[in-house]
């Protein structure tokens, strides 16, 4: 049976069968997401997830703006 991944930008787990993976073309690297939300704010336009509120990592520690 395959395993959760963890959404590389908001740190969701991903069920099995959803989400969406995107391989890096020049180093083979696979990064896992669970919307295209996460994929458009944390990979192509480069946010950090520190400072979006909807994301894990902030509530660990982000900034209060």
Known sequence: ????QR?????KDIEPGTGMAFV????GSIHWF????C???GFEQGFKPRE???TT?????????
């Open 39 to 41: 994929k458009v704010k």
């Open 7 to 11: 959404c590389e930008f908001c740190g």
């Open 1 to 4: 049976m395959v395993g959760t």
């Open 57 to 65: 990592a902030y509530e660990k520690g982000g900034k209060e703006k």
């Open 24 to 27: 890096r073309t020049k180093d």
């Open 52 to 54: 979006t509120k909807w």
């Open 34 to 37: 669970c919307s295209k939300k």
